[in-house]
């Protein structure tokens, strides 16, 4: 049975020319179907090992993208998937969606499934455990196997690949300043714990517009939310100790969490406090007042990450380079800040 | 090449037994990992057709789970992914996600590339067009290929398979008779068009509750939307020709944009209108004031559907007998509505 075998035997055996044989390996579509199954088959069963095992890995194409993202629960990581979904199924590609769960082990565990034959290529956004912990080998790894990988929003500085972010430092800086320009003295921010790059940036862009516009910096109105659930406490708590007149979010759903406690003790939007959220998601749109926001552009994120990496897939050179695109983010004004005087 | 072969030629031919040929052919774990992919490769090429295609396709588990959703921006149906997550991580299966973004198309390529190898079993919500087309002949085949099927939220009645779904009709019922029950006497209603399964049913809850109140219907009152993106307009509307009490939306964006319209109105909630949404997701607890919903358990749903499929998968018997489980939808009374007297 272990005989080993060639193109042109296998050529003979299934009565077929050595140019068919060779396309059907590197599953062209130029050979019909049944014909090229029967022939991977037969390859298979005799061992047959082609001379170019990357050039044949490259060309098993499953026409299949796979996504990781932390959540599905979070607006913003699903406007990305919606991106990506967009071009890729103009681009005659199929999506497959995983979760995380802000999870190291469940990002490993689908990494490794969707790697063994499911797809082309990736599209992640880390979990806050895989960026607590910093362990990337599940990444080099598919890099390694010659699986192309697009890194967006939470991204790992140490891998090499293509990587769509958005500019989180300038957008706060931006959205701060915008405060800043509208009267409000003492902005408080609601941000995440340093480990999430993202929440990291935001804090920075905060500390920054500040310390431009000489203001002073007061250590009692910066909140670190750890766990989001908990997110209502840490703001009542906020709003009992201090007094301030406007409040920036790194997401939106703490900027409207501060928003209705403002509501519940009465303060008036914008009047007595401004509110800017970052994300410009469902939550913005339908509070009231109408929440102003960074506008954060995920699905044009997500489309750009999927024409970076069907590009990658399809380009017959090796491409060595890697890009990261820096999506510029936008202030929505809307009615939860005062206009510029 | 085109021989007919029996399970004995293929043992002869391969020079091992036919209880080794049988069991790679169901993949049994018995049989080495490189003897089973020959043997069944061998099986492949000869176009051998085991006589109990089922038990074989049965046999090649994957301990993957596949879930087909309408949408992903739509926060019901993710969380419905979160607890099939929740269920399916904890019995050892990895969940795999595809949208079909309310089309026919991508359903029914989303279910055939996850058909082929990907998956042991589907949870599934249908699209829109799906629903009125009535075209079912994918879920059909999927079927007949021995893939276990869930389907949850909008179910089609033709298909015999296990089915998750909420009261859709008395919790509706509920919910408007809460708001005769606190004083409503003109109670508006906006839903989607009927082809929508779960719109209809909810319509119809709405309908009966007023008839067996003894009040009037007044068609005036009863809003259908079909694109949920232009839900804005149709609501303005309805507040500029029509005067009301109550309002009740079947999905909590309808429900919300009408509480938004109401407050630019100036009306105040719930002295002078009262909301009732359904669906009691991350919309409803964040509004201002906070909205009353009928809660639809997504999570919960998800969780069930997760148990029915993989008790399904992993059962000795060949299980003839499907179940429809239906999930009892709960009112939460929050801030939108009065208190009963």
Known sequence: MRRKLTLKQIAKEMDVSISTVSKALRDSPDIGLDTREKIQAFAKLYNYKPNNI???????????????????????????????????????????????????????INMEMLASGSIDGFIMSLSKETQQKKDFHHLREA???????VMFDRVAEEIYCDKVVIDDAQGTYR??????????????????TDYVSVGKLRTEGYLNALRDAGMEIDENLIVKIEDTRECDEQIEELFESQTFDAVFGVNEIYAVTAMREAQIRGFKIPEDISVIG????????????????????????????????????????????????????????????????
């Open 54 to 108: 990357a050039l044949s890995l490259k060309n098993r194409k499953t026409k299949n993208i796979g996504v990781i993202i932390p959540e599905i629960v979070h607006h913003f990581f699903t406007t990305v998937v919606s991106g990506v979904e967009k071009v890729a199924n103009k681009r005659g590609y199929n999506v497959i969606v995983c979760l995380s769960n802000e999870s190291f082990d469940r990002e490993v």
């Open 143 to 149: 890099i390694n196997q010659g699986m192309p990988l």
């Open 175 to 192: 959205a701060v300043n915008h405060l800043i320009d509208t009267g409000c003295k003492r902005i408080a921010l609601i941000t995440t």
């Open 278 to 341: 970052f994300t410009d998601g469902i939550l913005s749109k339908n509070s009231f007042p109408r929440m102003s926001t960074i506008n954060q552009h995920g699905t044009q994120m997500g489309a750009i990450a999927a024409d970076m990496l069907i590009n990658k897939l399809e380009s017959v050179d090796e491409d060595e380079y890697y890009r990261t695109e820096v999506v510029k983010s936008t202030l929505t004004e809307r009615e939860s800040t005062k206009k510029k005087s």
